[in-house]
């Protein structure tokens, strides 16, 4: 089968494209003929070499979440399951190919009327932007601000939040990412490149409660002091190569919560499905920004590093 290999820690040139064996599920496990590859952010850092959730040992295939058709199942797996359409993750790597085989509890139905593009988009961004709203508990009537908010999680936060009731105030960095956030609920749009934004922001609707922190660094900083006593700030990501700088003594001085989820895979589970849910009624839409052939990996992840993404960024497999 086509896949593409990671024989050694580097730029994203280190993806190549080569061959694999056909894998075969074992005991436990059903095989995936994959038509889209998810990518996020961590897995360019992993690739890297930098830590992450996963140990990466190569060489191996990247990538952690597929898209696709059960073709195939074990010896003590319900034969039932070939056929259906399905997303999962891989347990860290051998996403990134054209065959998959998993565990047998790990893949989630698609549900009918989804697209499975749309779903492999929805598969980590989802369950995440999911999770941050319950955890934050945004309430009708909250300025909520949400940075990154042109990007694969940030553009599901800014939808959830509108629909919770939210005022919402989405940052992006550029031009071409701020003109997006009105068309997803946005009410305020603001450009964090821009010197002053903040401001901007106060004097428009002065302050905020509830910060979804998706950069890290100077903007998470800038984005904590917009917050008033008894404001709530949840950090999911480090567009800016750094996690916020906001320390729990920062935090307590100024009466706000500092949330950090932690969640049972259970229930991370069924945040996935809930979102699924929520696309195939139409009450989500994942924002797929752009999307790269298998063989060229190594320019998707070129593309997320130099922050040339919007939304998703999407491998197609078949």
Same mark, same amino acid.
């Given at each position: 089968?086509?896949?593409?290999?990671?024989?050694?820690?580097?730029?994203?040139?280190?993806?190549?494209?080569?061959?694999?064996? !056909?894998?075969?599920?074992?005991?436990?496990?059903?095989?995936?003929?994959?038509?889209?590859?998810?990518?996020?952010?961590?897995?360019?850092?992993?690739? &890297?070499?930098?830590?992450?959730?996963?140990?990466?040992?190569?060489? #191996?295939?990247?990538?952690?979440?597929?898209?696709?058709?059960?073709?195939?199942?074990?010896?003590?797996? !319900?034969?039932?399951?070939?056929?259906?359409?399905?997303?999962?993750?891989?347990?860290?790597?051998?996403?990134?190919? *054209?065959?998959?085989?998993?565990?047998?509890?790990?893949?989630?139905?698609?549900?009918?009327?989804?697209?499975?593009? &749309?779903?492999?988009?929805?598969?980590?961004?989802?369950?995440?932007?999911?999770?941050?709203?319950?955890?934050?508990?945004?309430?009708?009537?909250?300025?909520? #601000?949400?940075?990154?908010?042109?990007?694969?999680?940030?553009?599901?936060?800014?939808?959830?939040?509108?629909?919770?009731?939210?005022?919402?105030?989405?940052?992006?960095?550029?031009?071409?990412?701020? !003109?997006?956030?009105?068309?997803?609920?946005?009410?305020?749009?603001?450009?964090?490149?821009?010197?002053?934004?903040?401001?901007?922001?106060?004097?428009?609707?002065?302050?905020?409660?509830?910060?979804?922190?998706?950069?890290?660094?100077?903007?998470?900083?800038? @984005?904590?002091?917009?917050?008033?006593?008894?404001?709530?700030?949840?950090?999911?990501?480090? &567009?800016?190569?750094?996690?916020?700088?906001?320390?729990? *003594?920062?935090?307590?001085?100024?009466?706000?919560?500092?949330?950090?989820?932690?969640?049972?895979?259970?229930?991370?589970?069924?945040?996935?499905?809930? @979102?699924?849910?929520?696309?195939?009624?139409?009450?989500?839409?994942?924002?797929?920004?752009?999307?790269?052939?298998?063989?060229?990996?190594?320019?998707?992840?070129? &593309?997320?590093?130099?922050?040339?993404?919007?939304?998703?960024?999407?491998?197609?497999?078949?």
């Amino acid at each position: 089968m086509r896949a593409i290999w990671l024989r050694e820690f580097g730029g994203p040139e280190v993806l190549v494209p080569g061959h694999a064996p !056909d894998p075969v599920p074992g005991p436990g496990q059903v095989l995936i003929d994959v038509a889209h590859a998810n990518i996020t952010f961590i897995e360019t850092q992993l690739r &890297a070499g930098r830590p992450g959730p996963f140990r990466l040992t190569p060489p #191996l295939i990247p990538g952690n979440g597929v898209g696709g058709v059960i073709t195939a199942v074990g010896s003590d797996v !319900d034969p039932a399951l070939t056929g259906r359409r399905v997303v999962s993750a891989t347990g860290g790597s051998g996403g990134y190919a *054209e065959r998959a085989a998993v565990d047998a509890s790990a893949p989630i139905a698609v549900p009918a009327g989804l697209a499975l593009d &749309a779903a492999v988009a929805l598969l980590a961004d989802g369950r995440t932007a999911t999770m941050l709203i319950e955890a934050v508990g945004v309430r009708p009537g909250d300025r909520v #601000l949400v940075e990154a908010a042109a990007g694969g999680v940030g553009s599901l936060l800014v939808q959830l939040a509108a629909r919770a009731g939210a005022r919402v105030v989405g940052a992006a960095g550029g031009r071409r990412k701020v !003109d997006l956030l009105p068309g997803l609920g946005a009410e305020v749009a603001v450009d964090y490149l821009v010197h002053g934004w903040a401001e901007q922001v106060r004097a428009t609707v002065g302050g905020v409660d509830v910060v979804l922190d998706g950069v890290g660094g100077p903007v998470a900083r800038a @984005a904590f002091d917009l917050l008033p006593p008894g404001g709530r700030m949840v950090s999911f990501g480090l &567009a800016s190569g750094e996690w916020s700088p906001v320390s729990a *003594e920062a935090a307590t001085a100024r009466q706000v919560t500092v949330i950090r989820p932690d969640v049972p895979p259970a229930r991370l589970r069924a945040y996935t499905e809930q @979102a699924l849910a929520d696309a195939a009624a139409g009450r989500l839409r994942p924002l797929i920004g752009q999307r790269f052939p298998l063989e060229r990996a190594a320019d998707a992840h070129a &593309a997320i590093e130099a922050r040339a993404t919007v939304g998703k960024t999407l491998l197609d497999v078949a």
